[in-house]
Each structure stands twice: as C-alpha cells, then as structure tokens.
C-alpha cells in the first residue's frame, strides 16, 4: 500500500471586499475577472506554470447572468492559463468555496492531484443573491415533507437568537465587536500578505469596504429588524426580531484562491507547506433551522480528529448573522477570544461563494501570527447544511 500522502496549503489570496449594490468598489469588475486575478496572482506568487496544475475548483453560488457558464473554467481562460487546464464549479450555497478546497485536499490525499487552485468569487452587486431562483418554485415533494413551508435565512437567525435567549444587544454588542478586531487587524497589517489588485491605504481608513471602525452597539440598536413581515409575525408570534443589517453580513463582492498541493510536489517545487488538512466534516440538518450545522459539524470533526476544542488556536464561525457564532460558542463552551480573532463576515463582508476560501486565507494568517497550530473552520449553508476544516500549521 503506498503511503498516505498530506494535503498542504502553499498559498491563500483574495481580493478586497466591496459593498454587493452598486457604486460598490469592485461592481465594476465582472465577477469572472474578479476569479482570475486571484488564479493569476497565484501562479505569480509562486512562480510555476498554469501547465502544472491538474484542476482548478470554483465556488460560486448564484450560477446564473454573468456567473454563469461554468465560471471557474471561464476564470481559467481569462486568466490566461493554458487551455488544457480544466475547471469546475460547486454549489453548496455558504460554503461553496469551503467545499471547493475539501475536494482539492482530498483529491490531492487521494493521489487523484498534486497541484490544484480551489477558489471561489461572488459578486452580489451584479448577480444579486437567489437571482437563479427562477421565482423560488418549490417541488410538489418538498411542499409534502414541509407543508408550513421553509423559511429564509434571516428568519433562521431569528430561531437562533429565540432559542439560545440571545437579545437584541447580544447581537448588537457582537456585531460592534467584529468591526473593532476588523479594524484592529488592518491597522496592523494583518491582511496584507492576502491581498491582490490595486489596494491603495487611505489615511485613517480601511481597505475592505464592509469595515465600519468605530460602530458601537448603541449606534446599532437604532436599526430596525430586517426580516420582519405582519405574515412572518403571525407565523412565529415567539420571535422577538432581534436581527437587522447591522448585526448581519453586508452583501458583498470578492473572490479568494487556495493553492493546495501534495507535500512531495511543494517541495520539488521549492515552495513552503504553510499547513497542512488534518480533518473534514461536513453535515445536513434542520433546513428551518438552517444555519445551526456548524454545531454538529464541529462535534463530528473533533471526534474525528481527535481533539478537543481547548486545543483549537482560533476558531473562524462565518458570521452570517450574529446569533449563529453566539449559539455555537454557547454550545461548544468555546474561548470568545480566539472566536474570529481578527473580525468576521458581519465587518469582513460575505461574499458567499468566496467566502469559504477567505477564511480559511484569515485562519492561517492568524496561525502564523501568533504562533498556533491548530485552527477550525465552519460555516453554515443554505438548505441547513454545514462543513468543518481543521488545519494544522506547519
């Protein structure tokens, strides 16, 4: 048998996150040259040729109007890599591009690749989220399985908030929090190594569009909730309506890449293993209560991994909305200090199909800064879904 062989992260990059309307800072860019600039800027970095690469896997979530068409192979050919480069793109709403780099590391595992690019791009401002809904027809099958009907997912984070007790200044305070270590890491510099394009510092402000420095929960709580409708209220008369657009991710445009290779090709490479897969997980649930997955999905990880939470460095829970980091830290008796140390989705913005791939760029970078080993990633998905990473620094 031959021996196992270690999946390693060689590079992470990603371009700046802008406001999902438009006038947003990257809603000029079509979402395909957004995805190759950061394939471009990986070959770039690290200095081989398109020619090496045995697959390119694409996260995208609204696969429709200008991201359609397989927009990871159309990313490949703007991006100037040879033709015989082939590429894919998945779906598995949130963590698209989380899924994406599972599939890289575990082909790469399986001896089917040694070197391969998982990304992922969104650009809200352009193809707005559940465009490719085509009006969000339900199958005759689902409507017997759910007669009552599901429900969005800000109505999910309501759930949450009811059913962990989580009030309106909970979430307010947390969403505050997120914009200071945002703000924090950018001006220390903490991105930087990640960034691609045209990045230019202001004075006194940030370069990710979505960081709002200075919010206070006092200035959020004079937001009104953002899903509350008289027919919802009327569904749910528990819920209390605690969510608004200042405790949740903004829309956002970016796309994000993970060069990932097997250990033996980096180092014919002369390139640097960073880290290395040590465990996946992935799970379905509830598809009401979408957006717990991230609490089973860590339990099966750490059991499958064998470690235990207190041994986890950092820990990034994508911040969709507020109460989805907050219940799972409740459930997992997690340290809040090294819960998104440097900022989340609700400052970082959510570009959804990209944001797998951001995150895992801000683990490592967090890894190496202060010297951890061990981080965990996991986010919720649409359709009450989740998937777990654990890496290893090296």
């Known amino acids: ?3 196992a062989r270690e999946a390693v992260i060689v590079d992470v990059v990603r371009t700046r996150s802008g406001k999902g309307k438009p006038g947003g800072a990257l809603s000029g860019v079509h979402p395909v040259d957004l995805a190759a600039g950061v394939l471009m800027a990986l070959l770039e970095r690290n200095g081989f040729e398109s020619t090496q690469v045995d697959d390119v896997i694409m996260g995208c979530v609204s696969q ?12 490949v050919l703007a991006a100037g890599f040879d033709e015989g480069v082939p590429a894919t793109t998945i779906d598995r709403q949130c963590g698209s591009s989380q899924q994406a780099a599972h599939f890289a590391a575990q082909g790469v595992i399986a001896g089917a690749y040694d070197i391969v690019i998982a990304a992922g791009v969104e650009s809200m401002s352009r193809v707005p989220l559940g465009s490719n809904a085509h009006g969000g027809v339900v199958s005759d099958g689902v409507r017997r399985r759910y007669p009552e009907g599901l429900v969005g997912q800000g109505v999910s984070a309501e759930l949450i908030a009811h059913r962990w007790g989580l009030g309106r200044r909970d979430l307010d305070e947390f969403a505050a929090e997120s914009h200071r270590r945002a703000a924090a890491a950018w001006e220390s510099g903490a991105f930087d190594s990640q960034l691609i394009g045209e990045v230019a510092r202001e004075a006194g402000h940030v370069v990710d569009e979505t960081i709002r420095a200075g ?20 569904r749910f008369p528990e819920l209390e309506w605690h969510t608004t657009a200042g405790n949740s991710s903004p829309l956002t445009d970016a796309a994000a890449g993970v060069l990932i290779m097997s250990e033996e090709r980096a180092v014919a490479l002369g390139l640097t293993p960073r880290a290395r897969f040590h465990s996946f997980a992935v799970v379905g649930g509830d598809p009401m209560m979408m957006l717990t997955g991230p609490i089973p999905a860590t339990r099966r990880i750490l059991d499958r991994s064998g470690l235990t939470v207190d041994r986890l460095d950092a820990y990034e829970v994508n911040e969709a909305f507020a109460s989805v980091p907050l219940a799972w830290l409740a459930e997992l008796g997690a340290d809040p200090a090294r819960l998104n140390p440097w900022g989340g989705a609700i400052a970082l913005g ?4 990209a944001s797998g791939a951001r995150l895992l760029g801000t683990l490592l970078a967090h890894l190496e800064a202060t010297g ?3 981080g965990l990633q996991t986010m919720c998905e649409g359709g009450g879904m989740a998937n777990a990473t654990i890496i290893e620094r090296l």
């Open 350 to 353: 959510h570009a959804v199909g």
């Open 372 to 374: 951890g080993r061990y």
């Open 215 to 234: 919010t206070t929960a006092d200035a959020l709580a004079g937001l009104g909730p953002a899903f509350r409708t008289d027919e919802l209220a009327a």
């Open 1 to 3: 048998m031959a021996p």
């Open 64 to 75: 429709v109007g200008d991201q359609s068409l397989n927009i990871g192979r159309q990313a």
